[in-house]
């Protein structure tokens, strides 16, 4: 029955939406994707069939998770990606959700102004992605107003600072400090940071490893150093 499938889905959310305290996504951004994509449409789905989302999005951390995303954009658009993550751009539409839930008018602006009409170069979520952009995005829910240009998670010791939002060519900071590197997807990168300026990042992360058959079957290191 609905009811069943529905009271099982909220008994497995509350297993795992805890992880969202810190705001960040502890395994890197490429999860934080992977996770809000399903957290974001799991809270929206409920509040829009019952009218409640049973107090999911009042959990610790997830206020913050939107303002956590966007903050690890360097001025390239590229992610810092500490932890398990590639140089990727992340402006999802679950941004523009977090957004209007938590009266944060400065998600749904950088989405908006970095998206560049498309979402992830994701040709498999594209379509659905437009899709949620069309019925989330509001006009005047989307502003400048709020984006700091410093910003530091103290749970997972990460720090970045920019010149300035919508350029380019402005210099931008991300670095890690640490966190359980046994945890998930973590990885044994505190210290790591990146660089940019003019339109280049001087210094990176080395990002994930290739997950090859032969790493998977042999342990073979060299591809994942």
């Given at each position: 029955?609905?009811?069943?499938?529905?009271?099982?889905?909220i008994?497995?959310?509350?297993?795992?939406?805890?992880?969202w305290?810190t705001?960040?996504?502890?395994?890197?951004?490429?999860?934080?994707?992977?996770?809000?994509?399903?957290?974001a449409?799991?809270?929206?789905?409920?509040?829009?069939?019952?009218?409640?989302?049973?107090?999911?999005?009042?959990?610790?951390?997830?206020?913050?998770?939107?303002?956590?995303?966007?903050?690890?954009?360097?001025?390239?658009?590229?992610?810092?990606?500490?932890?398990?993550?590639n140089?990727?751009?992340?402006?999802?539409?679950e941004?523009?959700?977090?957004?209007?839930?938590?009266?944060?008018?400065?998600?749904?602006?950088?989405?908006?102004?970095?998206?560049?009409?498309?979402?992830?170069?994701?040709?498999?979520?594209?379509?659905?992605?437009?899709a949620?952009?069309?019925?989330?995005?509001?006009?005047?829910?989307?502003s400048?107003?709020?984006?700091?240009?410093?910003?530091?998670?103290d749970?997972l010791?990460?720090?970045?600072?920019?010149?300035?939002?919508?350029?380019?060519?402005?210099?931008?900071?991300?670095?890690?400090?640490?966190?359980?590197?046994?945890?998930?997807?973590?990885?044994?990168?505190?210290?790591?940071?990146?660089?940019?300026?003019?339109?280049?990042?001087?210094?990176?992360?080395?990002?994930?490893?290739?997950?090859?058959?032969?790493?998977?079957?042999?342990?073979?290191?060299?591809?994942?150093?």
């Amino acid at each position: 029955e609905c009811s069943y499938i529905a009271s099982q889905a909220i008994k497995g959310a509350e297993l795992t939406l805890y992880k969202w305290n810190t705001g960040m996504w502890y395994e890197g951004s490429n999860y934080w994707e992977l996770e809000m994509q399903f957290t974001a449409k799991f809270m929206a789905s409920l509040d829009s069939v019952l009218s409640t989302d049973f107090g999911f999005s009042n959990l610790e951390g997830l206020d913050e998770a939107g303002e956590a995303q966007v903050q690890v954009h360097g001025a390239t658009d590229v992610i810092f990606n500490y932890g398990d993550a590639n140089e990727s751009t992340f402006f999802v539409p679950e941004l523009i959700w977090l957004g209007n839930r938590y009266d944060q008018p400065g998600l749904a602006y950088v989405v908006n102004q970095k998206s560049n009409g498309g979402f992830n170069g994701n040709d498999k979520t594209e379509g659905e992605d437009r899709a949620l952009a069309g019925l989330w995005y509001d006009v005047d829910k989307a502003s400048e107003e709020g984006l700091a240009l410093d910003y530091f998670n103290d749970d997972l010791d990460i720090v970045t600072a920019r010149e300035a939002w919508n350029d380019t060519t402005a210099s931008f900071f991300g670095a890690k400090g640490g966190n359980d590197p046994t945890d998930g997807h973590s990885h044994l990168d505190a210290g790591t940071f990146v660089f940019e300026s003019d339109g280049v990042r001087w210094a990176k992360d080395l990002g994930m490893g290739a997950y090859t058959t032969a790493y998977f079957e042999t342990g073979d290191t060299e591809e994942n150093p």
